[in-house]
C-alpha cells in the first residue's frame, strides 16, 4: 500500500493551485531535484527504486511497520512485465467473456518479499557481522544511499537501476575488508515445488539461475486455489561482481530444489560492484549485468542525469513561498514518473502510469480515475498520459466486460499483457472526462477517436456507469466527443440517452439529499455508514450550492462527528469510527483517494 503514495498528486495539485504556479516564459533555472527531494527513510520506511520492468525494495516496511531493515547488496529486486498479477501463470477456467485469461491471480501480490537475491555481510579481522542496517539511508529518485559503521569501518553504498533494467550496487569501505553475499533462487511462501538451477560463469564473474517451479495460486474470482508454473518459470536471473568469486563460492540445493548461493569478495576504498538482472533470454540478462559493472558510473550519471530532465522539462514549473509543498509537488510527481511503464506487447501496447508495482501490480480502473487526469498535465502526452486511457480498450475491445441486465457494462479493476481481474466496476465513465482533459490539452483528434470509437462507444452505448453523480456530465462530454468526430448518429444517441433537463437533474440531487434520516448529507447508505463519498458528488457542476456549504460546515469542518482529520479529509466520520469499530473499518482511516475525490468536491463548489 505504501506505493500508492502518488495517489495523492492531484491532492496536492488542488492545494498548490492556490499558489503562483510559474508561467512557461517564467522557467527556473535548471534544478537537481533528485538531490533536493532526497528524503531519509531509514526506519521509516523501505527503499524504492523503478527502472522500465526491473523494480527494487529495500528491506520491507508495511503499514508503517518494520519487518525488515535494509542490507548491503541488493535484497529485493525483482522483474515485472505484467504478464501475471501475482507469483504464478494459469489459465482462467471461467466461460466466456469473462474468462480472466492468463496469469490472474488473488495470491501472491507481494511476492517479492519473498525474494532473498544478495544480502550483504561484512567480515572485519575475521570477524562476521551479518546483514548490518545502515545507519542512514537516503532515496532519491535516480538511487538509494546507504551509510554503515562496522566494527570502525565505514561503508557507503549507492543503489540504482540502470536504463538496461539491471540493479547495481556501488560499495565502497573506508578500510580494506571482505564483503559476504548469500541468496537463493526465486521461491515464495505460495511455492510447491523448484525446479531452479545455477551455474558459475567464471569468465563474466557472474552466477546464472535458470528459475522454475510451481505455486499455489487463485487465478479466478471465487474460484479454487491451484497449482501452476511460477511467474519466473524459464527466466533466467544474472548476478555478477566487479571481482573474482569463484574461489569463495559455495552453491547448495536444499530438500525443496531451492538453490542457495554464498561468496565473498573484497571493498575497499576503490570500491566493489555488485549486479542483478533478470530477462527471458539468458544472454539478454547477462549481457545486462555485465555492461552494468563495467560501466557503472556512465550508468549512474545517465540515470541521475534522465531523472532529473523529467522533472525539469516534462512537468509544470511549480515555486510558492513555503518550500516544502515545493518538495512534496515534484516527490510525487518523481513517483508518477518512476511507475510509467513500457510493455509493448498483448494488452500492454500503450505505456502506461501504475497504482503501484509491489503490491495491487499494473494501472488500476479506479485509480486511472484520476491518474489519467494527471497525466493531462505532463508535456510528452502521448507517452505519459494516452496510454492510461488507451489501455483499458483492450478489455473493451475484446469483449472483455460483464454486462447487467440494465444494460451497463463493466470492465475489470485490473489487466497485464493476457490476463484482467475478474472484478467489475463502475469508474470507467470517470475515464471519459479525464480524455477529454486530454483533448482540450492538446487537439489531438486522433487520440479522442482511439479513446471513443470502440472502446467509449461501445462501453457506455447501452447505459453510462455512473460514478458519484457523474453520468449527466459523461453524457455531455460524449456528445461533445461525437460532436468533435463529425459522428452526428451517435451525438443525438448520447442526447436521448441521459436525460439531462435542469428539472430532472434536480430531482436527482433533491432524492439523495438527507436520505436514510442522515441530516445535512448526501447520499447517506442505509446502514449509515458515513464515508466521504457523499462529498464526491461535489465535483458535478450539477450538485446544488446550498447543500454544498451546509454540508461542509457541518460535516467537512466538524472536529467532533465529521471528517475534520489531523492530516486531511478522514475516509470515514468519526461519529462512524465509533459504531463500525473493526481493524478493517479503521485501516483504511487516510486514504488519498478519498481525500483526493473530497477536496476537489469542496474546491469546485
Same mark, same amino acid.
Not at 148 to 173: H, P, Q, W
Not at 273 to 293: G, K
Not at 315 to 339: G, K, N, Q, T
Not at 365 to 384: L, P
Given at each position: 500500500?505504501?506505493?500508492?503514495?502518488?495517489?495523492?498528486?492531484?491532492?496536492?495539485?488542488?492545494?498548490?493551485?492556490?499558489?503562483?504556479?510559474?508561467?512557461?516564459?517564467?522557467?527556473?533555472?535548471?534544478?537537481?531535484?533528485?538531490?533536493?527531494?532526497?528524503?531519509?527513510?531509514?526506519?521509516?520506511?523501505?527503499?524504492?527504486?523503478?527502472?522500465?520492468?526491473?523494480?527494487?525494495?529495500?528491506?520491507?516496511?508495511?503499514? *508503517?511497520?518494520?519487518?525488515?531493515?535494509?542490507?548491503?547488496?541488493?535484497?529485493?529486486?525483482?522483474?515485472?512485465?505484467?504478464?501475471?498479477?501475482?507469483?504464478?501463470?494459469?489459465?482462467?477456467?471461467?466461460?466466456?467473456?469473462?474468462?480472466?485469461?492468463?496469469?490472474?491471480?488473488?495470491?501472491?501480490?507481494?511476492?517479492?518479499?519473498?525474494?532473498?537475491?544478495?544480502?550483504?555481510?561484512?567480515?572485519?579481522?575475521?570477524?562476521?557481522?551479518?546483514?548490518?542496517?545502515?545507519?542512514?539511508?537516503?532515496?532519491?529518485?535516480?538511487?538509494?544511499?546507504?551509510?554503515?559503521?562496522?566494527?570502525?569501518?565505514?561503508?557507503?553504498?549507492?543503489?540504482?537501476?540502470?536504463?538496461?533494467?539491471?540493479?547495481?550496487?556501488?560499495?565502497?569501505?573506508?578500510?580494506?575488508?571482505?564483503?559476504?553475499?548469500?541468496?537463493?533462487?526465486?521461491?515464495?511462501?505460495?511455492?510447491?515445488?523448484?525446479?531452479?538451477?545455477?551455474?558459475?560463469?567464471?569468465?563474466?564473474?557472474?552466477?546464472?539461475?535458470?528459475?522454475?517451479?510451481?505455486?499455489?495460486?487463485?487465478?479466478?474470482?471465487?474460484?479454487?486455489?491451484?497449482?501452476?508454473?511460477?511467474?519466473?518459470?524459464?527466466?533466467?536471473?544474472?548476478?555478477?561482481?566487479?571481482?573474482?568469486?569463484?574461489?569463495?563460492?559455495?552453491?547448495?540445493?536444499?530438500?525443496?530444489?531451492?538453490?542457495?548461493?554464498?561468496?565473498?569478495?573484497?571493498?575497499?576504498?576503490?570500491?566493489?560492484?555488485?549486479?542483478?538482472?533478470?530477462?527471458?533470454?539468458?544472454?539478454?540478462?547477462?549481457?545486462?549485468?555485465?555492461?552494468?559493472?563495467?560501466?557503472?558510473?556512465?550508468?549512474?550519471?545517465?540515470?541521475?542525469?534522465?531523472?532529473?530532465?523529467?522533472?525539469?522539462?516534462?512537468?509544470?514549473?511549480?515555486?510558492?513561498?513555503?518550500?516544502?509543498?515545493?518538495?512534496?509537488?515534484?516527490?510525487? *510527481?518523481?513517483?508518477?514518473?518512476?511507475?510509467?511503464?513500457?510493455?509493448?506487447?498483448?494488452?500492454?501496447?500503450?505505456?502506461?502510469?501504475?497504482?503501484?508495482?509491489?503490491?495491487?501490480?499494473?494501472?488500476?480502473?479506479?485509480?486511472?480515475?484520476?491518474?489519467?487526469?494527471?497525466?493531462?498535465?505532463?508535456?510528452?502526452?502521448?507517452?505519459?498520459?494516452?496510454?492510461?486511457?488507451?489501455?483499458?480498450?483492450?478489455?473493451?475491445?475484446?469483449?472483455?466486460?460483464?454486462?447487467?441486465?440494465?444494460?451497463?457494462?463493466?470492465?475489470?479493476?485490473?489487466?497485464?499483457?493476457?490476463?484482467?481481474?475478474?472484478?467489475?466496476?463502475?469508474?470507467?465513465?470517470?475515464?471519459?472526462?479525464?480524455?477529454?482533459?486530454?483533448?482540450?490539452?492538446?487537439?489531438?483528434?486522433?487520440?479522442?477517436?482511439?479513446?471513443?470509437?470502440?472502446?467509449?462507444?461501445?462501453?457506455?452505448?447501452?447505459?453510462?456507469?455512473?460514478?458519484?453523480?457523474?453520468?449527466?456530465?459523461?453524457?455531455?462530454?460524449?456528445?461533445?466527443?461525437?460532436?468533435?468526430?463529425?459522428?452526428?448518429?451517435?451525438?443525438?444517441? *448520447?442526447?436521448?440517452?441521459?436525460?439531462?433537463?435542469?428539472?430532472?437533474?434536480?430531482?436527482?440531487?433533491?432524492?439523495?439529499?438527507?436520505?436514510?434520516?442522515?441530516?445535512?448529507?448526501?447520499?447517506?447508505?442505509?446502514?449509515?455508514?458515513?464515508?466521504?463519498?457523499?462529498?464526491?458528488?461535489?465535483?458535478?457542476?450539477?450538485?446544488?450550492?446550498?447543500?454544498?456549504?451546509?454540508?461542509?460546515?457541518? *460535516?467537512?469542518?466538524?472536529?467532533?462527528?465529521?471528517?475534520?482529520?489531523?492530516?486531511?479529509?478522514?475516509?470515514?466520520?468519526?461519529?462512524?469510527?465509533?459504531?463500525?469499530?473493526?481493524?478493517?473499518?479503521?485501516?483504511?482511516?487516510?486514504?488519498?483517494?478519498?481525500?483526493?475525490?473530497?477536496?476537489?468536491?469542496?474546491?469546485?463548489?
Amino acid at each position: 500500500m505504501l506505493l500508492r503514495k502518488m495517489e495523492t498528486i492531484i491532492t496536492f495539485i488542488i492545494i498548490l493551485s492556490f499558489c503562483p504556479f510559474v508561467h512557461a516564459d517564467q522557467k527556473p533555472e535548471f534544478t537537481d531535484y533528485c538531490k533536493r527531494i532526497g528524503q531519509e527513510i531509514q526506519g521509516r520506511k523501505h527503499g524504492f527504486l523503478a527502472g522500465n520492468l526491473s523494480y527494487y525494495v529495500g528491506g520491507f516496511h508495511a503499514s *508503517w511497520e518494520l519487518f525488515e531493515d535494509e542490507t548491503l547488496g541488493l535484497t529485493h529486486p525483482f522483474y515485472h512485465d505484467l504478464r501475471g498479477r501475482g507469483a504464478s501463470l494459469l489459465e482462467s477456467e471461467i466461460s466466456g467473456n469473462q474468462n480472466t485469461g492468463k496469469g490472474n491471480d488473488f495470491l501472491s501480490w507481494e511476492f517479492y518479499k519473498d525474494t532473498r537475491v544478495l544480502y550483504g555481510s561484512v567480515i572485519v579481522d575475521g570477524k562476521t557481522y551479518k546483514q548490518p542496517k545502515p545507519t542512514s539511508m537516503r532515496w532519491r529518485p535516480d538511487k538509494i544511499i546507504c551509510e554503515y559503521e562496522v566494527a570502525g569501518v565505514k561503508l557507503t553504498e549507492e543503489k540504482f537501476i540502470a536504463a538496461n533494467d539491471a540493479a547495481a550496487s556501488i560499495i565502497t569501505s573506508s578500510k580494506p575488508l571482505t564483503l559476504q553475499f548469500s541468496g537463493h533462487s526465486f521461491y515464495t511462501r505460495n511455492s510447491v515445488s523448484s525446479s531452479a538451477t545455477i551455474r558459475h560463469d567464471e569468465k563474466n564473474k557472474a552466477l546464472v539461475i535458470s528459475e522454475g517451479g510451481t505455486m499455489k495460486a487463485r487465478p479466478d474470482p471465487k474460484g479454487p486455489e491451484r497449482i501452476g508454473p511460477s511467474i519466473y518459470t524459464d527466466m533466467s536471473t544474472v548476478i555478477s561482481a566487479s571481482r573474482k568469486f569463484s574461489k569463495t563460492l559455495l552453491t547448495k540445493r536444499d530438500i525443496k530444489g531451492i538453490q542457495h548461493y554464498t561468496f565473498s569478495i573484497p571493498c575497499d576504498k576503490k570500491g566493489t560492484v555488485v549486479s542483478w538482472a533478470m530477462n527471458d533470454e539468458e544472454d539478454l540478462a547477462l549481457q545486462a549485468a555485465t555492461e552494468l559493472i563495467q560501466n557503472q558510473q556512465s550508468f549512474l550519471k545517465q540515470k541521475t542525469a534522465q531523472m532529473n530532465r523529467l522533472l525539469n522539462d516534462e512537468i509544470p514549473h511549480f515555486r510558492c513561498p513555503d518550500e516544502r509543498f515545493v518538495d512534496i509537488y515534484y516527490y510525487l *510527481w518523481s513517483l508518477y514518473l518512476m511507475y510509467h511503464i513500457e510493455v509493448g506487447r498483448g494488452w500492454e501496447l500503450e505505456g502506461h502510469t501504475q497504482t503501484a508495482v509491489n503490491n495491487f501490480l499494473g494501472l488500476h480502473r479506479y485509480d486511472a480515475a484520476f491518474q489519467i487526469k494527471v497525466g493531462a498535465w505532463t508535456r510528452n502526452k502521448s507517452k505519459f498520459a494516452y496510454g492510461n486511457v488507451l489501455t483499458w480498450k483492450h478489455l473493451t475491445k475484446n469483449k472483455h466486460f460483464r454486462e447487467s441486465l440494465n444494460g451497463t457494462r463493466l470492465i475489470s479493476d485490473n489487466k497485464g499483457i493476457g490476463w484482467h481481474s475478474g472484478a467489475y466496476g463502475p469508474e470507467t465513465s470517470e475515464h471519459v472526462l479525464g480524455a477529454w482533459q486530454i483533448y482540450e490539452h492538446t487537439g489531438d483528434l486522433n487520440f479522442l477517436r482511439d479513446a471513443y470509437e470502440d472502446h467509449f462507444d461501445t462501453l457506455f452505448h447501452k447505459r453510462i456507469s455512473g460514478f458519484a453523480m457523474n453520468e449527466f456530465e459523461v453524457a455531455e462530454i460524449l456528445e461533445k466527443m461525437a460532436n468533435v468526430l463529425g459522428k452526428k448518429e451517435d451525438e443525438e444517441h *448520447w442526447r436521448k440517452l441521459v436525460r439531462r433537463d435542469p428539472e430532472h437533474i434536480r430531482l436527482m440531487f433533491d432524492q439523495r439529499w438527507e436520505s436514510n434520516g442522515v441530516p445535512d448529507y448526501f447520499a447517506a447508505p442505509k446502514n449509515k455508514m458515513l464515508m466521504t463519498n457523499g462529498f464526491w458528488a461535489m465535483r458535478s457542476p450539477h450538485f446544488p450550492r446550498e447543500y454544498a456549504v451546509t454540508m461542509v460546515r457541518n *460535516w467537512a469542518l466538524n472536529r467532533k462527528e465529521g471528517f475534520y482529520g489531523e492530516f486531511f479529509p478522514l475516509a470515514m466520520s468519526k461519529q462512524s469510527m465509533q459504531a463500525f469499530a473493526t481493524d478493517v473499518d479503521h485501516s483504511f482511516g487516510y486514504t488519498p483517494d478519498t481525500a483526493y475525490f473530497t477536496l476537489d468536491g469542496i474546491f469546485c463548489q
